[in-house]
């Protein structure tokens, strides 16, 4: 049958009317499911646009608040008054990263301006808890809130600009979710830069700040004090991750990268075991430390009991040249058991010193190694002698704590300094806990929870 005879077959039928009727009801509903779609599509588009609205306008008003606090911060000389505009500072900056984070704008537009707010709500949470202890903001601190006031100013100023922007509709949300910078560009090139493209030129000097916090410029770019040695090159890293895994295991080596842009440069290695699994280990490009070793094999059955796994683990850290080795919590899930190890010297826990080793429970075999903690924090130490004695560190102790053992431990603190501690482990209704006291002055440094869990022992 040809094309002309199906039209005229298809034309007769339509004469019909039942079947015009289908046609037409067909038509109306496809028309109208396609309405139906197009307004849910609408309706959506305009809900996500309320939301980035709602968003900016939130951040808009948090910026401004930081703004002003930040200019009282440097008037006020009452530490009860100055801990509580710090204290705003800190929800304020909080509440205002918040709200950045939630826009959607690619990270380096702003990852400047972002990490300003994480320093300035930290900054102004150390300080609250300074004035809090009755010490006096030095003059330096001073001088830092002055610096990250005139930068508040800036941010604030592009925020009205870029609210300008928005509600003269030149910008729009949902089209910077689609189209990202470039959108940026284009706005920025019709409107003078009035846009969050401005605010990163503006804060593209900014310097970040030094201060006694966890995101310090200083410490966010921490240098690992566990490597040491010399360069080594490709050949050398192959030879290290050979003898690391053994060489009688290895199939193949499949490539070999170097990272270059990280706290440790290091080659990432990969490669094929003659069990046919993948394994991947990086070695630091200074010294040929080991850093991680990966090995996401099935574990078919649980045959090992924890304490062989910790057996197990302690002997591999002994057979790789790490001495003194101590563990001290495990997790088991999936078949794999992972053991943390801290560093031991002259009867002293010191707990950045950290490696965490991880055991197949079928077999024993080593299929996860991780030594950040180490390398960053591994160095000679002068521990001195604790100023308080240990029954002086218990008194201060709540009087409900029943002990089970304590001892002496070097700690982390927020600000990656470590301070000598006396470790009192007990319980209080059934609950385990375990209370630093600081080993100088006999402060409170820290309260965990030991929660053991199905699957291991843990601490919050």
Do not use: C
């Not at 969050?196 to 966010?220: C, M, N, R, V, W």
């Not at 040695?229 to 295991?249: C, H, L, M, T, Y």
């Not at 999936?334 to 002293?348: M, R």
């Amino acid at each position: 049958m040809n094309i002309i005879t199906k039209l005229k077959d298809f034309k007769n039928r339509l004469r019909d009317r039942h079947m015009f009727t289908i046609v037409i009801v067909s038509l109306l509903s496809t028309i109208t499911m396609g309405l139906y779609i197009l307004k849910i599509r609408n309706d959506n588009r305009q809900a996500l646009e309320n939301t980035y609205n709602y968003a900016f306008y939130e951040l808009s008003s948090y910026i401004d608040n930081i703004n002003n606090l930040l200019t009282k911060a440097q008037i006020s000389r009452d530490p009860i008054h100055g801990a509580k505009t710090m204290s705003e500072i800190w929800r304020e900056s909080n509440l205002a990263q918040n709200n950045l984070s939630k826009l959607p704008i690619e990270q380096s537009v702003i990852s400047n301006a972002s990490k300003f707010l994480t320093q300035t709500s930290d900054f102004s949470y150390t300080l609250t808890m300074q004035t809090i202890n009755k010490m006096p903001i030095s003059t330096s601190q001073l001088e830092k809130i002055k610096s990250l006031s005139d930068y508040a100013d800036k941010l604030h100023q592009n925020i009205v600009s870029l609210n300008e922007e928005i509600n003269a509709g030149r910008l729009h949300w949902n089209e910077i979710a689609k189209k990202g910078t470039e959108t940026f560009k284009q706005v920025s090139s019709e409107t003078n830069e009035n846009s969050f493209t401005k605010i990163a030129k503006e804060f593209q000097d900014y310097p970040g700040l030094i201060y006694d916090g966890p995101f310090s410029e200083h410490i966010t770019n921490i240098k690992p004090v566990g490597i040491t040695g010399s360069e080594i090159d490709e050949v050398k890293a192959k030879s290290i991750v050979k003898e690391f895994i053994g060489s009688d295991r290895i199939k193949n080596i499949e490539s070999v990268n170097e990272t270059t842009k990280s706290n440790i440069p290091a080659f990432d290695i990969s490669l094929t075991l003659k069990n046919d699994t993948t394994l991947y280990m990086a070695v630091s490009k200074v010294g040929g430390h080991p850093i991680y070793m990966m090995n996401n094999r099935a574990i078919k059955t649980n045959k090992l009991s924890t304490d062989e796994a910790i057996n197990v683990a302690s002997n591999f850290l002994k057979t790789h040249g790490y001495k003194n080795m101590k563990s001290t919590y495990y997790m088991e899930e999936s078949g794999v058991s992972t053991i943390n190890f801290a560093y031991t010297e002259k009867d002293v826990t010191i707990y950045p010193d950290l490696i965490k080793v991880q055991i197949a429970m079928d077999n024993g075999e080593i299929v996860g190694f991780e030594a950040a903690g180490f390398l960053f924090s591994h160095k000679e130490r002068d521990i001195p002698a604790p100023k308080i004695t240990i029954d002086m560190a218990k008194s201060m102790l709540n009087e409900k704590l029943n002990l089970v053992n304590s001892g002496l431990a070097i700690i982390p603190t927020d600000v990656k300094t470590e301070v000598l501690v006396y470790e009192f482990k007990g319980k209080v209704d059934e609950r385990e806990f375990i209370v630093y006291i600081n080993a100088e002055t006999g402060a409170e440094e820290d309260i965990l929870i030991i929660l053991h869990t199905p699957n291991g022992i843990l601490t919050i």
